[in-house]
């Protein structure tokens, strides 16, 4: 198992930019394919990017094509989501997941979560 902690939410104007951090600890990270959710309101926790142990990155491109970047360092430990020209619809808590498969996309092969960092997007 690898216990993640979230940091970097908060409340941000439409337009602007937040940093997310997940820091990973107790297992190698370098051994784990690494995964941004988040969950709106009365909606499901959906797939927002993710980085396989190897560097392949994906994103829900519809969604957050061409304005979040996924990245990690392994010397850190930490999976990064640089989010920018942030819109009202991207509100949600963002969790990060970890699993040590190698489907990047799909939730259900997460088996380690964070506790999610709440941002929040003002129009």
């Known amino acids: 198992q690898v216990q993640l902690v979230e940091s970097g939410g908060g409340l941000v104007q439409a337009g602007g930019s937040l940093r997310l951090s997940c820091a990973a600890s107790g297992r190698t990270f370098s051994l784990y394919t690494m995964g941004w959710f988040r969950q709106a309101p009365g909606k499901e926790r959906e797939f927002v990017a993710g980085?396989?142990?190897?560097?392949?990155?994906?994103y829900d491109t519809d969604s957050v094509k061409g304005r979040f970047t996924i990245s990690r360092d392994n010397a850190k430990n930490t999976v990064y989501l640089e989010m920018n020209s942030l819109k009202p619809d991207d509100t949600g808590v963002y969790y990060c997941a970890a699993h040590t498969g190698t489907v990047v996309t799909t939730r259900t092969r997460y088996d380690n979560w964070g506790q999610g960092t709440q941002v929040t997007v003002s129009s």
């Open positions: 980085i396989s142990r190897i560097g392949n990155i994906f």
